[in-house]
């Protein structure tokens, strides 16, 4: 009896796909958020949906949640009916994890996947198939199952590919699929090489034609003395019968170009089955004749200059009973789970319908419905192609050294470096001179799967032998990766981290907040701190170290672009960083989100901590590699211990910079580091020693070290946004594009060691914040400055109009310092105001918004020249006026 239709069900509010290593673990996830209904957050309370669901689909087993206090509820359920799905489709995941959420209902579902679209699916099954559940209703598990394993064989790489990328895994060497198919990058920027399938980047075109054009090969191989059957291309179909009858029946009829057996009959001898090889062979193309050489197929895989494996390949056939037909045998044989259709699997299923297999049928007097006796063999097509359903025995060790030599002049002979030759002889035991042997064919894109897996014999690792020959003995194919995230610092710290490798001579690649740029040239702008950015600069063939800025926002909506990092480089941690956003609450929450880089650090590689501040330094213990601690203060508790054990530390003392390891010790001035201002500059100098530090991770000498900390210079070119002086009118002025407490703090301390007669602080402050940080934002500079001017910017991210401005006074109320308080509508707006109130001697600090168009306002300004207008915003796209338009217009009228 079906069951009345339950009225509520979770909601699934966001799906993700994590591509890289995330806050769950190193795996592949997809991530969801669930929200659960009151009634759905304890199964506990309902046994009989557990029993329904186990009923429906019993390879879930019981339900459990990943912490025995929490009870189970549906968003359980849903993570490991999804794992439990794939599992059954033959994917190798094994994690899934359910954690509420500050929401009350509210869940985060992780659950693994080894093929995107794959998990998706997984998780919409997962859904319906608990719907089904709660309704009574049924669910066709196998069905479901079936159609996961159909796109996951879709959706994966072939054998040839995934044995080559298996490999590579195996060494080290990461890879990106760079399509939906064969296509793969091995290894990052300089270092990468590419594949499709079992093609090399380095294999030429013109060696690929030569393989491609059947006639020009034969007479290369000729040409080089390497024995080949007679035959000529074929102008048409009786053409073609003449050249037969010359050369003398039986013989083989192909496509002159053409691969994995397409089109190719073999061992013709009646003018009949000539003509229906013809018709085959001519839907491909231009078609030729040759000799048929008596004898079995082999192929023979040369990579480089070494033959790496060997098999005989023998056409498809069935075993006659005396009680089944034809039809039914291949039936039969078809049901060998190592068949499948294409080359996804080991073996391809056998076809009986084609009109080859019917002549081939006809020509040993059966068809499809006789029935064979018991033992004889029979023969579907003559051609032993793997992919119409033919079977492969290693013969790897039983080849003789000449046979071995022939394929391998005749790989060369023709240019290329990974082939698969085809060899016709009674054996490979003996040279192919002496039995009347020849090669027939070579390939330039020789399907791996009968030596990966063949039907008889030793499967041979040839994806290690591809691999062996792209890569040289203990290259891994990889650059440094240097990864920065924090608070604070972190686009300062990229920047002048990139400066120090380029200055040892290296090709930098760099993302962050402002940009993508290779080896000083930007490739592109906005905000490029995420995942997609870091791929793109991993995938650039130019860059031999990259550098990228690691902000939470990517971490959590894709995870890192990287499989592991060089250097992990965490700077600060501060309350003032997007918590409450995400599910990103608490300090420790944020901690263990960005200590993320610190965990997929290299085990020869190096995590770069921020000794002073606890939740940094605490993420050392999760670090597989090796740690430097830095800190201005060398005595500091946790830099004295690792110093006492020989380890690295970068500290501040008397004016210097002090590297110290074990024994040995570098000073470098900080009066030459223009970026610190003679070390006044606090926070600067622990951005100068965090890029010192990963620098001296990766190896830089110290004499490209301290060239790049000489010219690295903090201006609006440099470092855009970071602390960039100007002078204006005898008055001092910083733009930077701080946004958070803590960043508002270290500002303060920076200002308060330079000289001022009076200072202000121009201010806006981001919507998305929370509301005690937009007011303690205030409250910091209320106890440092004379003048606050808060403005109102054109984006407040989702707050109503006026609301930031009246959170920045509340953080005013009852400020030491200040005495002059105004509101301003406008960034430049604001710039003008607070540029008109500077007299000698005095010091402003602007906190921008716009980063690159104030600069350019503020550097107009400082020259002298007037801004010009924005030209307006097209009618046709909206009747706004743009982001700034108003503004500009604004402080042009006040500067008149």
């Not at 002059?820 to 509508?825: A, G, L, N, P, R």
Request: hydrophobic letters at 40%.
């Amino acid at each position: 009896m079906l069951i009345p239709r339950r009225k509520t069900l979770m909601e699934i509010t966001r799906v993700r796909a994590l591509r890289g290593p995330n806050l769950w673990n190193r795996r592949t996830v997809i991530e969801a958020v669930a929200a659960c209904a009151p009634d759905e957050r304890d199964l506990g309370r309902d046994p009989v949906f557990e029993q329904r669901l186990r009923a429906l689909f019993p390879a879930i087993g019981a339900l459990h949640a990943n912490t025995p206090s929490v009870p189970i509820s549906m968003a359980h359920a849903l993570a490991l009916t999804a794992l439990a799905l794939q599992e059954q489709a033959g994917c190798p995941v094994t994690f899934s994890r359910t954690t509420p959420t500050g929401t009350p209902g509210a869940f985060q579902v992780a659950v693994q996947y080894t093929e995107e679209a794959v998990g998706r699916l997984a998780l919409r099954q997962a859904q319906a198939l608990i719907r089904a559940a709660l309704d009574g209703q049924p669910f066709d598990a196998p069905g479901a199952i079936a159609q996961l394993k159909e796109l996951d064989e879709d959706e994966r790489l072939g054998p040839s590919t995934g044995a080559i990328v298996d490999a590579a895994v195996a060494r080290g060497i990461p890879f990106k699929r760079l399509t939906r198919g064969s296509l793969v990058q091995l290894g990052w920027g300089s270092k990468q090489r590419r594949i499709q399938a079992a093609e090399v980047d380095r294999s030429s075109a013109i060696a690929e034609s030569i393989a491609q054009d059947k006639d020009l090969t034969k007479k290369l191989l000729h040409a080089a003395g390497v024995p080949v059957p007679l035959g000529r291309p074929v102008a048409d179909l009786e053409d073609g019968w003449h050249a037969a009858l010359e050369i003398g029946l039986p013989v083989v009829v192909k496509p002159r170009d053409g691969n994995q057996g397409k089109g190719v009959t073999v061992g013709i001898d009646q003018r009949a089955h000539y003509e229906l090889a013809y018709a085959a062979a001519v839907e491909y193309g231009p078609v030729m004749v040759e000799k048929y050489l008596p004898g079995s197929d082999f192929r023979l895989l040369v990579v480089g200059s070494q033959l790496v494996a060997a098999a005989r390949r023998d056409p498809p056939l069935v075993i006659g009973d005396g009680q089944h037909s034809v039809r039914e045998l291949v039936a039969q044989v078809n049901q060998d789970p190592r068949r499948g259709e294409g080359h996804g699997t080991s073996l391809t299923k056998i076809r009986i319908d084609d009109a080859i297999a019917q002549a081939r049928l006809a020509a040993e007097g059966l068809s499809a419905g006789s029935v064979p006796p018991k033992g004889q063999r029979v023969i579907l097509r003559n051609n032993a192609n793997l992919s119409t359903g033919g079977a492969a025995t290693d013969v790897t060790d039983s080849v003789h050294p000449e046979v071995a030599a022939r394929a391998i002049e005749a790989a060369q002979a023709v240019g290329l470096d990974i082939c698969g030759v085809d060899v016709v002889c009674e054996s490979v035991q003996q040279p192919l001179e002496a039995q009347g042997g020849g090669i027939v064919e070579v390939n330039a894109a020789p399907g791996l799967r009968m030596h990966l897996a063949p039907s008889f014999g030793k499967g041979r690792d040839v994806g290690a032998a591809v691999i062996g020959h792209m890569f040289a003995p203990g290259e891994d194919g990889r650059i440094p990766v240097i990864a920065v995230t924090g608070t604070n610092g972190k686009t300062t710290t990229v920047r002048l981290t990139a400066h120090l490798l380029k200055s040892q001579g290296l090709r930098v690649g760099m993302t962050n907040t402002d940009g993508v740029y290779v080896n000083g040239r930007q490739i592109d702008s906005g905000d490029c701190s995420g995942p997609r950015s870091a791929r793109n600069v991993l995938a650039h063939p130019d860059v031999d170290a990259a550098v990228l800025e690691t902000a939470r926002g990517g971490l959590l909506r894709e995870g890192l672009a990287f499989d592991q990092c060089h250097v992990a480089v965490v700077t600060n941690l501060g309350k003032g960083d997007h918590l409450g956003l995400n599910y990103i609450t608490t300090l420790e929450d944020l901690s263990v989100l960005k200590r993320v880089i610190v965990l997929n650090v290299a085990p020869g590689g190096t995590a770069v901590l921020n000794a002073a501040d606890p939740a940094v330094a605490a993420m050392a213990a999760h670090c597989p590699g090796q740690v430097i601690f830095f800190a201005q203060d060398g005595h500091h508790p946790v830099m004295q211990a690792h110093r006492a054990q020989g380890k690295r530390v970068v500290f501040a003392e008397k004016g210097e910079l002090v590297c110290v390891e074990g024994r040995f010790e570098q000073r470098l001035p900080l009066a030459r580091i223009p970026l610190t201002r003679q070390g006044r500059i606090g926070f600067q100098v622990e951005n100068v020693m965090a890029s010192v530090g990963a620098a001296w991770a990766t190896g830089a000498p110290w004499n490209a070290i301290q060239k790049g900390l000489a010219t690295f210079v903090s201006d609006q070119h440099g470092v855009p946004g970071r602390f960039n002086v100007f002078d204006y009118r005898g008055a001092t002025v910083i733009a930077d594009y701080g946004h958070n407490p803590d960043a508002i703090a270290a500002l303060v301390a920076g200002v308060e060691n330079l000289p001022a007669r009076r200072r202000s602080a121009v201010i806006s402050g981001a919507g998305d914040r929370r509301d005690e940080d937009i007011r303690e934002q205030t409250r910091i500079l209320g106890a440092a400055f004379d003048e606050v001017l808060l403005y109102q910017d054109a984006c407040q991210r989702g707050r109503a109009d006026g609301e930031v401005l009246a959170l920045l006074r509340q953080g005013l109320q009852g400020a030491a310092r200040t005495t002059h308080v105004e509101e301003i509508h406008g960034e430049f707006t604001a710039i003008d105001r607070a540029l008109a109130r500077l007299g000698k001697g005095d010091l402003c600090l602007i906190l921008i918004d716009q980063v690159q168009e104030a600069l350019a306002y503020i550097g107009q300004r400082v020259a002298g020249a007037t801004p010009p207008p924005l030209k307006p915003a097209p009618r046709a796209t909206s009747s706004k006026p743009r982001r700034g338009q108003i503004e500009v217009a604004q402080a042009l009228s006040l500067s008149i």
